[in-house]
């Protein structure tokens, strides 16, 4: 069976994908894809010598979703769009 995939902008779209079966695992492939997102951030500074915050983040690179695909694994994937 194709695993469920959340397409989420919004506090609302993550609202109602988590259950008390998939929280744990969402919570944990969310903070993983803000870690590399964080990452991706902080190497554009560092490439543009701009480590002052005159850009937000999202002026360096876009965030506008993220796809959250409940498997039932511990390494669900959450892809940065």
């Known amino acids: 069976m194709k695993p469920k995939e959340y397409e989420i902008k919004t506090l609302e ?3 109602n994908c988590v259950n008390v079966s998939n929280i ?6 969310f903070s993983d894809g803000l870690r590399q997102y964080v990452k991706l951030i902080e190497l554009s ?3 543009l010598k701009s480590n ?6 999202t ?5 506008k979703q993220l796809t959250y695909i ?12």
């Open 13 to 15: 779209d993550i609202a």
């Open 24 to 29: 744990e695992n969402f919570l944990e492939g």
């Open 45 to 47: 500074r560092e490439m």
């Open 52 to 57: 002052n915050k005159k850009y937000k983040n």
């Open 59 to 63: 002026d360096l690179i876009k965030y």
């Open 70 to 81: 409940d498997d039932n694994k511990q390494d669900n994937e959450i892809k940065i769009i």
